[in-house]
C-alpha cells in the first residue's frame, strides 16, 4: 500500500501517484479503498453530455451537431473568432471499412458546423498509429478528398514542429510530453475519436484518441513510449497536459471485439458530445454496455479530469437505455475482463 506523507493526511489530500497507484494496484479494497472513492466522488463535478440516435452516415449530420452545442451551451459567442482543431482517429486504415477510423462525413460536419458559429479557422490532424503514410491514410479513409472539397486544411502531426511542456499529470515517469507544434496556432481543440473496444485499454474514446496528437518521429509507431511507460497512465498525461476543450464521439458505427484494429463492425446508431472528455467516454462506455468505473483510466480520472459518475452527469438529448447496444467483449483478452456493466444498470 501507498502511504501519504503526514502533510498530505493532515490536509485530507491525495496525490496524484497515490490516486492512480490506489486505482491501477486494485486499491479499491478496504477502508483505504472507501476514502479513496469518497474522496473521488467529492471532487466530481456536475456535468452535461449530449447524445444522439443517428443511424447512418447519410444523416444530416451538421444538424446533428448543431443541436448538440447548442443544448450544451457552446454558440457564436464562444466560438467567434476561434481556431479549431478537429482531432479525428486514423489509427490504421483499410479502403471502405466504416468501423475503423473516424468517417469523413462527421468531420466534415463539424468543421462546418464550427465555421457557422463563426471559427476564424478550422483544420484537421492526426499522426496515425500504424501506417506512416500520411497521403494513403488520407486517401484510404476516404477523407482527403472530402477536406479538399470543403478547403479544410490537415496537418500530419507525426511529422509537425515540435513544442516541449511539462507533463501536467504526472502519473507515468515521463517527465516532459513533446506535442506538435500546431496545438500552440489553436484556440480549441476537438477529440473526435471512434466508439470502440481496445485491445489494452478497454475502451478507446476521446481521451485515448488523444495518442495520435503524440508525434510519431518523437513516440515511434504505434506511439511504443506510450506503451512501456503505461498506457493508462499516459492517457491521464496527455489529457492532463493538452486539456481539450470538446469531444464529438463517432458512434454511428463502432467496434467492437478486438479493437482498435482488429475487431468487427458494431452499428451503435448514436453520437456522443461534451466538453468534459470523462464524461463523455464514461456516457459512451455505458452505450457500449461497459461500466466505466472498470477501466483503470477512466476511474483515475475521475475528479481529477472529470467526472464518470452517471447520477453527476446530466444527459441532453437521448437517454443512455435509449441506444444502449452491447459492444462483444472477449474474455481473453485482460483488459476486456470483468468491464460489462450489468443489464439495466447505467
Given amino acids: 500500500m501507498t502511504h501519504s506523507c503526514p502533510s498530505e493526511r493532515s490536509a485530507g489530500k491525495i496525490s496524484r501517484r497515490q490516486l492512480l497507484a490506489g486505482v491501477l494496484a486494485g486499491g479499491t479494497l478496504g477502508t483505504a479503498g472507501s476514502l479513496l472513492r469518497e474522496h473521488l466522488r467529492r471532487r466530481e463535478r456536475r456535468t452535461e453530455t449530449f447524445i444522439a440516435k443517428v443511424p447512418s452516415y447519410d444523416a444530416d449530420l451538421v444538424s446533428v451537431i448543431e443541436a448538440g452545442l447548442r443544448d450544451l451551451g457552446v454558440g457564436p459567442a464562444e466560438i467567434r473568432g476561434k481556431r479549431i482543431l478537429l482531432k479525428p482517429n486514423f489509427v490504421e486504415t483499410l479502403a471502405g471499412t466504416t468501423h475503423i477510423c473516424t468517417q469523413a462525413a462527421v468531420i466534415v460536419a463539424a468543421a462546418e458546423v464550427f465555421r457557422k458559429l463563426g471559427a476564424a479557422g478550422v483544420v484537421v490532424g492526426e499522426g496515425s498509429g500504424h501506417c506512416r503514410d500520411t497521403a494513403r491514410v488520407l486517401e484510404e479513409t476516404g477523407v482527403a478528398q472530402p477536406l479538399a472539397e470543403h ?74 513510449v506510450f506503451h512501456w ?29 478486438d479493437g482498435p484494429i482488429m475487431g468487427t463492425p458494431k452499428l451503435a446508431g448514436a453520437i456522443v458530445m461534451g466538453r468534459d472528455l470523462a464524461a463523455v467516454d464514461a456516457t459512451a462506455a455505458r452505450i457500449m454496455g461497459v461500466d466505466p468505473l472498470r477501466v483503470p483510466y477512466l476511474e483515475a480520472a475521475r475528479g481529477r479530469l472529470g ?4 447520477e453527476k452527469i446530466v444527459q441532453r438529448g437521448e437517454s443512455i437505455a435509449a441506444v444502449r447496444t452491447n459492444f462483444q467483449l472477449i474474455e481473453k483478452i485482460p483488459a476486456h475482463q470483468g468491464l460489462r456493466l450489468a443489464n439495466g444498470v447505467l
Fill in 307 to 310: 467526472t464518470i459518475a452517471v
Fill in 229 to 257: 511507460a503505461g498506457i493508462h497512465q499516459t492517457i491521464l498525461d496527455i489529457s492532463a497536459t493538452v486539456h481539450p476543450h470538446f469531444a464529438i464521439v463517432d458512434g454511428i458505427v463502432g467496434m467492437e471485439g
Fill in 151 to 224: 478547403k479544410i486544411p490537415f496537418v500530419d502531426f507525426n511529422n509537425d514542429d515540435l513544442l516541449v511542456r511539462s507533463n501536467a499529470g504526472g502519473m507515468s515517469r515521463l517527465k516532459t510530453l513533446t506535442l506538435p507544434a500546431t496545438l500552440e496556432q489553436v484556440d480549441w481543440i476537438v477529440s473526435l475519436p471512434k466508439m470502440k473496444t481496445h485491445h489494452w485499454a478497454g475502451v478507446t474514446l476521446s481521451m485515448k484518441n488523444l495518442f495520435g496528437l503524440m508525434p510519431g518521429i518523437v513516440y515511434g509507431w504505434p506511439k511504443n
